[in-house]
């Protein structure tokens, strides 16, 4: 196949792209930045016509920075580190993500030395079939010369890309101007974003987060649960990476790792929301308010290693103002989740009379059984339901919806190592079980006493989560009827199976 030509580039392209950009005071600051990026898309805009010219930085300490056009990183672009050199998979990804975005021709270019990529440069344009093989060819050749240029930016310190107010954040203003960003945000991402662009100035990173005791003794991430969970509920793995983290505090109440994968650890992220491989160092410290739980505000770098003592001492001196925003979201998050679960109480009680009335009808357990589980799918949302009895001596019986087998035929098991414990101590009022977290569990309860469990499983979740009122009012009526049953399976002589 014939190779096409690419028209050699121009002296007015040398004088735009070779220059290092430097002011008379040291690193290069954000207007001269924004000015020669104008400058660049514009003269290569000549030869090649783009709606889009984004630049991206790879500093030498690590991580990402977006060099412009900084309204970008409004909407959340998450780009691969070099490690050392982008892979060509993260660079398909990137561009279809700007496809997504309305694009309909995208580009994407690596500014590549002998070992590592400087930076990053997406064309895009709104027009399809734009940027053929002449184009990409002649776009490569013109970044190319911009090699000198990324070399200067990526030895530069992050303020020198700082915009609008965090370009005058300084160790020393810093607890201020986090608390004016924090204040700004009116929910949980939203803080975060706002406190990760005053920071980033400071202590550079790829991941904010910040970690509240939740529900059932796990934690939360204020960045908030995945779709259709509510607020506050957590997922184990989350939860157990979370207290590893927090096990690793030093006594000055901040937590320091270089290298997660090399202990085994990773990102805490709900799968459903993103991916957490690309994070390996983490900063953290406490927030704390006097009489509440600890909370921590966590920091990720996508090199390992890139955190020193100075960001120790940054996050100190904001932990204070963090941790009072952080508790007054927690609260209203909390008030929202309060509200929502007595509204579905109210919608619940006509139901639940009529669930009532007709389990005090009916005498054969087959039909109140079956009676009961028609109104939780109508009711609460749920696709089935089962029910856990104990069994005498630390065993406990799965009863399936719709299996009238005598209980002492059904199999049994063991209590402890089930993971019900606390809830059949009455530790724990509710637990949340499934893969995808869409199963409920509430205790059983007659007289006091705790019989065993009812489980509502495959639930259809609307945004405040689980219905725990409502399937505890659900779980009480049927409790008596259950205990029957249980009772006389106890005190019958035939011994059970057991598995």
Same mark, same amino acid.
């Given at each position: 196949m014939k190779a096409t030509p690419v028209p050699p580039t121009t002296s007015a392209h040398r004088g735009l792209l070779v220059p290092v950009l430097r002011t008379e005071d040291g690193p290069p600051d954000v207007v001269a930045v924004t000015a020669w990026h104008l400058a660049l898309s514009n003269l290569i805009g000549v030869d090649v016509p783009h709606d889009l010219l984004a630049l991206w930085v790879f500093p030498e300490r690590g991580g990402v920075v977006l060099l412009a056009p900084h309204e970008l990183g409004r909407d959340n672009l998450e780009l691969a580190p070099a490690t050392p050199f982008v892979s060509q998979h993260d660079l398909f990804a990137l561009e279809e993500r700007i496809r997504q975005a309305g694009y309909r021709s995208v580009l994407a270019i690596p500014i590549r030395v002998s070992d590592r990529d400087l930076g990053l440069a997406v064309f895009a344009h709104l027009q399809p079939a734009k940027f053929g093989a002449v184009e990409a060819m002649r776009l490569t050749a013109m970044m190319r010369q911009a090699v000198p240029t990324f070399l200067a930016l990526s030895a530069a310190p992050p303020l020198a890309f700082a915009a609008g107010p965090a370009a005058n954040v300084t160790a020393t203003n810093a607890p201020e101007a986090v608390a004016r960003a924090a204040a700004e945000g009116e929910n949980g991402p939203e803080v975060l974003r706002l406190v990760s662009g005053v920071l980033q100035v400071l202590v550079p990173h790829d991941r904010i987060e910040v970690a509240l005791p939740g529900s059932n003794g796990t934690w939360a991430l204020l960045s908030g649960a995945p779709e259709g969970k509510r607020w506050g509920e957590s997922t184990g793995e989350v939860s157990q990476t979370i207290t590893g983290f927090v096990a690793r505090a030093a006594e000055d109440d901040t937590i320091a790792i270089g290298d997660l994968r090399a202990l085994g650890l990773g990102w805490p992220a709900y799968r459903e929301t993103r991916s957490n491989g690309r994070v390996h160092a983490l900063i953290g410290v406490r927030l704390c308010v006097a009489g509440t739980e600890d909370s921590w505000l966590l920091l990720g770098g996508a090199a390992p290693d890139i955190y020193r003592p100075v960001d120790r001492e940054v996050l100190k001196s904001i932990a204070p103002v963090m941790a009072l925003r952080v508790q007054g979201l927690r609260a209203s998050l909390s008030a929202e989740v309060a509200r929502s679960q007595a509204a579905s109480s109210q919608v619940s009680q006509s139901r639940a009379a009529r669930i009532a009335s007709s389990l005090a009808g009916t005498a054969h357990w087959g039909e109140a059984v079956t009676y009961f589980v028609k109104d939780v799918r109508d009711s609460l949302g749920y696709q089935d339901a089962r029910f856990i009895l104990r069994f005498g001596d630390g065993r406990i019986v799965i009863v399936p919806a719709g299996d009238l087998r005598a209980l002492s035929s059904l199999p049994s098991s063991e209590i402890d190592g089930s993971g019900l414990e606390a809830l059949f101590e $009455?530790? &724990? *009022?509710?637990?949340? /079980? $499934?893969? =995808? !977290? =869409? +199963?409920?569990?509430? *205790?059983? %309860?007659? &007289?006091? %006493?705790?019989? !065993? /469990?009812?489980?509502?499983? +495959? $639930?259809?979740?609307? &945004?405040? $989560?689980h219905p725990v009122t409502a399937a505890q009012l659900f779980a009480d009526l049927i409790a008596p009827h259950l205990e029957l049953v249980r009772r006389s399976a106890i005190e019958a002589p035939r011994p059970l199976r057991t598995t």
């Open positions: $009455g530790i &724990a *009022p509710f637990m949340v /079980a $499934g893969d =995808n !977290g =869409n +199963d409920l569990l509430v *205790p059983l %309860r007659v &007289a006091g %006493r705790v019989i !065993g /469990a009812l489980e509502l499983l +495959d $639930g259809t979740l609307v &945004a405040s $989560g």
